[in-house]
């Protein structure tokens, strides 16, 4: 949630929360996890649509099944509004968040109302397998993109930090295919809260009227600048620094002394 609304803030954007679960966490990983009451989650959603309009809902955190349910129906009645799902399936660490009965509910209930989708390669592979598949089903990122797009989502974004390459490639899919790749450098140490800033980020572009290409190449530099320039608070992930712009020229000034 911190991670959201500092990213929202940042870009411009006014945040608008609505909290799904509560955690106990630090910046090495998640120790647990308390759902918030499905008709709480619902009733702060409605609360919030009533009074002020939305450019766009980003959904990461879903805490149960029974939320998951009452966030789809709440957003299929916004047809209209811009989808981001960043489906958070584990911490960074690890800790796993999420059952195979909310991933189920996930796939049947909030993908196919989806616009786009922001997993990295582990989580795609997880969302990909469905149910009655092989046990040796192995499918590569681009088929897992492929099916996740069969159940109704406009377009997956595929972040590549967990591949084995000398660069972080991330990819764009839609229907059609591949809509663009980026490459970034692959920085050193692990991050507290990266996924949640790249989806965030990719919400406050498309809320500022880029169309979803434009949006998640100008998302993925912000992000990449907030990893370069993160720094640490406790003793485990680094912290992404998401107002990395505003101490700009600090920066600057120091370097010219």
């Known amino acids: 949630m911190q991670a959201d609304i500092l990213t929202l803030s940042s870009m411009g954007c006014h945040a608008l929360s609505v909290v799904t679960a509560i955690t106990i966490q630090d910046t090495m990983g998640v120790e647990d996890m308390l759902p918030i009451d499905a008709e709480w989650v619902a009733d702060q959603a409605r609360c919030v649509l009533e009074d002020v309009p939305v450019a766009v809902f980003k959904i990461g955190l879903l805490g149960s099944v029974e939320a998951v349910a009452a966030i789809a129906e709440v957003v299929s009645d916004y047809p209209d509004i811009p989808l981001v799902l960043d489906p958070i399936l584990a911490s960074g660490r690890g800790d796993q968040l999420v059952s195979e009965d909310l991933i189920s509910a996930m796939r049947e209930l909030l993908i196919p109302q989806t616009t786009l989708i922001t997993p990295n390669s582990l989580e795609v592979r997880r969302l990909a397998q469905d149910d009655d598949a092989d046990e040796d089903d192995n499918p590569d990122l681009g088929e897992c993109a492929r099916r ?20 972080v490639i991330n990819t764009l899919y839609e229907q059609q295919g591949v809509v663009r790749t980026d490459s970034w450098q692959r920085l050193a140490g692990t991050y507290h809260g990266s996924g949640c800033t790249l989806a965030s980020a990719v919400a406050a572009t498309i809320a500022n009227g880029l169309a979803i290409p434009e949006a998640v190449r100008d998302a993925q530099e912000y992000t990449w600048q907030t990893l370069k320039y993160a720094y640490r608070t406790g003793m485990g992930q680094l912290v992404p620094d998401r107002l990395f712009w505003a101490r700009e020229e600090e920066r600057e000034d120091e370097q010219a002394r």
Not at 148 to 167: D, K, R, S
């Open 148 to 167: 996740i797009l069969a159940l109704g989502c406009e377009y997956v974004l595929i972040t590549g930090t967990h591949e084995n390459t000398p660069q």
